[in-house]
């Protein structure tokens, strides 16, 4: 059931882009979503203005040139183009929600909220298994989806240094971390990780020089949505503007099947559900993001229905606040 009252005009920013993942299939995960849409009975889809960005995927079938930021070039190009689109969407008063194939997206995004919003102190709120510090120095992989936060704080880590880069990748770096002329976009005191339960000794560096916050699943479990949303709030309460990136992993590797990248111990369905729609209260939220669904890793088409669900509870609470 859709609720309108016309307070937040909401437009959908539609990114199947996967160059920034290590497995193949996410750039299928928003149709995935909107096929659970349809198999709801649900006109979600019909009642938003939509964009959809051009991607590099055809970059997928190319040799790889920058080894610790794997297609690089072409996530910078896609950096641009989600910055643009979120900027032109929150410039033109609507409230963008995105829905994106891999995490490395995310970067473009709040580089857009802060293009759109240059002097606003932009909290971030990361509900997602990893915490997406690495940066080409440290990456044990060299995917870009587990990079876009140090974009965002414009992070080296050069203190955990284990690769050295060629000139070409240092400078597409570097131009990342520094879109629209600000950087860093958020400052990590201004990041919340919920249920992050799986990284690398040199993000904990980061997490610990900086004191960035971190909620456990099981702070959720035993203290409920409600507390959590009012602790995640009181410590962003600094904050003028507040983007929310919910990547599908966060959830439970029992039902997060149909992602990448699942792990165990996360949040059931429920609990996410809960827990974000309680965020959605908040008139600070400015920016909503679903990333992840890989529907050729799935069983029925169950993580993009899952995905569905919050996407539709929390645009109605969106709509009524």
């Not at 709040?110 to 120095?137: E, F, N, Q, R």
């Not at 440290?138 to 690769?163: F, Q, R, Y």
């Not at 996360?266 to 729609?277: P, W």
């Amino acid at each position: 059931m859709l609720y309108f009252s016309g307070m937040k005009n909401i437009k959908l920013i539609e990114v199947p882009s996967e160059i920034g993942a290590g497995t193949r299939g996410a750039s299928l995960g928003i149709d995935a979503i909107k096929i659970a849409a349809l198999d709801f009975m649900s006109n979600f889809f019909v009642h938003f203005p939509s964009e959809k960005i051009q991607t590099e995927n055809n970059l997928l079938f190319e040799p790889i040139h920058s080894p610790y930021a794997k297609r690089i070039h072409g996530i910078q190009t896609l950096y641009e183009r989600v910055s643009k689109a979120v900027s032109d969407s929150i410039k033109n008063n609507f409230f963008p929600v995105v829905l994106s194939g891999d995490h490395s997206n995310a970067g473009g995004t709040i580089a857009g909220i802060k293009i759109a919003k240059p002097k606003c102190k932009l909290g971030v709120i990361w509900i997602d298994a990893h915490a997406d510090l690495h940066t080409p120095y440290t990456t044990p992989s060299g995917n870009v989806h587990g990079m876009p936060l140090a974009t965002a704080i414009n992070e080296d880590n050069l203190d955990c240094k284990v690769h050295d880069l060629d000139e070409k990748t240092t400078r597409i770096w570097n131009e990342m971390k520094k879109l629209g002329g600000i950087a860093p976009k958020v400052h990590p005191e201004d990041i919340v990780f919920i249920s992050l339960r799986d990284f690398e000794k040199e993000e904990k560096y980061l997490i610990e020089k900086y004191g960035m916050k971190v909620i456990s699943t099981s702070e959720i479990r035993r203290t409920g949505a409600e507390n959590v949303s009012r602790k995640v709030l009181r410590h962003l309460s600094d904050c003028t503007d507040i983007y929310v990136s919910f990547d599908v992993d966060s959830l439970d590797s029992t039902i997060s099947k149909g992602t990448g990248t699942p792990v165990s111990n996360g949040l059931k369905e429920r609990e996410a559900e809960d827990l974000i729609s309680k965020f959605m209260q908040s008139r600070k939220i400015c920016c909503f993001e679903i990333t992840e669904v890989n529907p050729t890793l799935d069983k029925e088409n169950m993580m993009a229905e899952i995905a569905f669900n919050i996407l539709q509870r929390s645009v109605n609470v969106l709509m009524m606040n």
